[in-house]
């Protein structure tokens, strides 16, 4: 499967952003998908993730309640809806899947094979 992240750009503090992560082949409904975030100088970090089946949802605890990850099947694209936008979320933004994750390492991006080129998100102070 290929991705293509796109949504990023420049908000202010307390705003609000939309990221789509759109994929190629018939199957993306039974991927598992996610977002992670890597800011200047500093590791890729876990955002949120979405499961193919049953549609679970998983969230970094720095974005809980101000994140909302969804994703379209029937348009092979999955959402990452951003509110309450802080300084300390300006990173790229990268989307990911595969085709099977587990509970353990859902959150860590060693676990999808399947990776976007990134969106960058700039929130000013």
């Known amino acids: 499967v290929q991705l293509q992240a796109s949504g990023g750009g420049l908000v202010q503090a307390g705003g609000s952003l939309k990221l789509s992560c759109a994929a190629s082949?018939?199957?993306?409904?039974?991927?598992?998908v996610g977002w992670f975030r890597q800011a200047p100088g500093k590791e890729r970090e876990f955002v949120a993730a979405?499961?193919?089946?049953?549609?679970?949802?998983y969230y970094a605890d720095s974005v809980k309640g101000r994140f909302t990850i969804s994703r379209d099947n029937a348009k092979n694209t999955m959402y990452l809806q951003m509110n309450d936008l802080k300084p300390e979320d300006t990173a790229v933004y990268y989307c990911?899947?595969?085709?099977?994750?587990?509970?353990?390492?859902?959150?860590?991006?060693?676990?999808?094979?399947?990776w976007g080129q990134g969106t960058l998100v700039t929130v000013s102070s």
């Open positions: 082949g018939r199957t993306f409904s039974a991927y598992d």
């Open positions: 979405i499961r193919g089946r049953g549609g679970s949802t």
């Open positions: 990911a899947a595969d085709r099977s994750t587990i509970l353990s390492t859902i959150r860590s991006a060693s676990a999808y094979d399947y």
